[in-house]
């Protein structure tokens, strides 16, 4: 059954590989961009497809632009898949913190997600099974020790945590909310060095989205849709 997905953060990366399997296999797609200039080199890399995506544009730190496009967007949505995220400086260690950029980094990766999800919400009405996927990283895991990326690990951490409470206020509305960690990926954040793909990263993470139903909601779930401790 064909879906309509949100894939916000969809110039490049995961985001951009999600855009692509999902026309693929007929799904209806709005993906978001920061600027016209993305917007344009997102029609440039989905060429000839790019006629079938509806694109919206937003920075994700500006509630205002999220909201109007949400407002603006064509139909209503089966699954808002908040992806877009920043690593920000680096190393990164809690001593020497810029604080500025760990301010910069809250706004697009915690409360970045959290907008997107606000203001997409009423577009999910009338869906059949209603999904907010919000992605995060096993850097924010409490059970992940990994050095050098301490501003980073905890937005996501921070992230997981809301969207636990997000999951609890909107059960009653049907709405499942997740988190998730889409692998160690080559993209521009993840290197030349991550072991996975952004082809089974996305399919993975299209997998477990399919996947998920009320149950499900309050869950910080893999691209292979297993649980990752928080
Ligand atoms: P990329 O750096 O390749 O892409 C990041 C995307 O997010 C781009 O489309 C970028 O747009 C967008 N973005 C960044 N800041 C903003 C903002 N303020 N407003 C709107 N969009 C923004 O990263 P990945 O594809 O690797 O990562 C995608 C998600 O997966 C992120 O949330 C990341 O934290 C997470 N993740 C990635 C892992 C990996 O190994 N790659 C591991 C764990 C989690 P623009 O081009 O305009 O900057």
């Known amino acids: 059954m064909s879906e309509h997905w949100l894939i916000a953060g969809a110039n490049r990366g995961i985001g951009l590989e999600l855009v692509r399997q999902l026309i693929a296999r007929g799904d209806r797609v709005t993906a978001s961009v920061r600027n016209d200039e993305a917007r344009a080199a997102l029609a440039a890399k989905l060429a000839p497809q790019h006629a079938e995506v509806e694109t919206l544009v937003f920075d994700s730190r500006d509630f205002e632009a999220v909201s109007k496009a949400a407002r603006s967007a064509g139909a209503g949505f089966d699954v808002v898949f908040a992806n877009a995220g920043a690593f920000g400086p680096s190393p990164q260690t809690v001593l020497n913190m810029d604080f500025g950029a760990a301010l910069d980094l809250f706004s697009i990766n915690t409360l970045g997600p959290l907008r997107v999800a606000e203001a997409f919400l009423p577009r999910l009405k009338g869906a059949a099974n209603p999904r907010i996927a919000l992605m995060s990283s096993e850097l924010g895991s409490m059970a992940n020790k990994n050095p050098g990326?301490?501003?980073?690990?905890?937005?996501?951490?921070?992230?997981?945590?809301?969207?636990?409470?997000?999951?609890?206020?909107?059960?009653?509305?049907?709405?499942?909310?997740?988190?998730?960690?889409p692998g160690w990926v080559k993209t521009d954040m993840g290197g030349p060095n991550a072991p996975l793909g952004v082809t089974e990263s996305a399919a993975g993470l299209l997998a477990t989205i399919d996947g998920l139903s009320l149950n499900d909601s309050g869950g910080f779930l893999n691209y292979r849709g297993e649980t990752v401790p928080w």
Do not use: R
């Not at 980073?152 to 997000?166: D, R």
């Open 149 to 181: 990326a301490a501003i980073y690990s905890a937005t996501k951490a921070a992230l997981n945590k809301l969207a636990q409470c997000l999951a609890e206020e909107l059960s009653p509305q049907g709405v499942t909310v997740v988190a998730l960690h």
